[in-house]
C-alpha cells in the first residue's frame, strides 16, 4: 500500500524557517519523481517544488525560489523541503505528492502569523 506521510508543520513567526518532511512506503521510492504542493484557504492546490529520482534535478515555482530547497533521502525513504523567510500568505496546508501514481498525503498545516 502506497503512503505518504508529511511532518513538521506548524505555527511560526514570519522570517522563521521550517522544514517539512514525508515519509514514503510501499513502493521504490528512488524511481519516482517526488513534489511539494500547498492549498491556502480557499484557493486552489498549488505547485511548490519536485524533486527527480537519482539524479536529483530540482524546480521550484518562482515564489519560493531562492527561500525552499527540496532534498530526498533515498536510503530512509523521505523527501524534505526546507522553508526559508516564511510569509504569512504561505500559511497553507502542504502536501506531499508523488505525481507518477497521484498519490497525496495527509497535509500538514503551516501557519505564518505573528
Known amino acids: 500500500q502506497v503512503q505518504l506521510v508529511e511532518s513538521g508543520g506548524g505555527l511560526v513567526q514570519p522570517g522563521v524557517s521550517l522544514r517539512l518532511s514525508c515519509a514514503a512506503s510501499g513502493f521504490t521510492f528512488s524511481m519516482y519523481t517526488m513534489a511539494w504542493y500547498r492549498q491556502a484557504p480557499g484557493k486552489e492546490p498549488e505547485y511548490v517544488s519536485e524533486?527527480?529520482?537519482?539524479?536529483?534535478?530540482?524546480n521550484y515555482a518562482n515564489s519560493v525560489k531562492g527561500r525552499f530547497t527540496i532534498t530526498r533521502d533515498n536510503a530512509k525513504m523521505k523527501v524534505h523541503l526546507q522553508m526559508n523567510s516564511l510569509k504569512p500568505e504561505e500559511t497553507a496546508v502542504y502536501y506531499c505528492?508523488?505525481?507518477?501514481?497521484?498519490?497525496w498525503g495527509q497535509g500538514t498545516q503551516v501557519t505564518v502569523s505573528s
Open positions: 505528492h508523488l505525481p507518477t501514481r497521484g498519490i
Open positions: 524533486i527527480s529520482t537519482t539524479d536529483d534535478r530540482t
